[in-house]
């Protein structure tokens, strides 16, 4: 199982960037799928997730409405659509997916990630 991230560069505050994960190996479909990131000197965190069906998405409190997660299963890809970026949101983005189907809290504990796109946001 391979997820291979893209999208990632450098933007102005302000600006926007379209992550892409794309899955191989295995058909993510009826797995959660999400992004994570991480800044230097800081832990992983947790930024949005969608279920398997893309009907349900969460997000961490910093980016509600700015970011909006999305998928396309025929594609076996997940998207972050990243609006109005600030420069705390510039990290290391990496996607990640469940390792089991139809689990609603998967992002708690991933079974897959992926290498990981870099997003700087200048001020």
């Known amino acids: 199982v391979q997820l291979q991230a893209s999208g990632g560069g450098l933007v102005q505050a302000g600006g926007s960037l379209r992550l892409s994960c794309a899955a191989s190996?295995?058909?993510?479909?009826?797995?959660?799928m999400g992004w994570f990131r991480q800044a230097p000197g800081k832990e992983r965190e947790f930024v949005a997730s969608i279920n398997w069906i893309g009907s349900g998405t969460y997000y961490e409190e910093a980016v509600k409405g700015r970011f909006t997660i999305s998928r396309d299963n025929a594609k076996n890809t997940v998207y972050l659509q990243m609006n109005s970026l600030k420069p705390e949101d510039s990290a290391v983005y990496y996607c990640a997916a469940a390792g089991r189907p139809y689990t609603g809290t998967w992002y708690r504990n991933p079974a897959y990630w992926g290498q990981g796109t870099q997003v700087t946001v200048s001020s």
């Open positions: 190996g295995r058909t993510f479909s009826n797995y959660g």
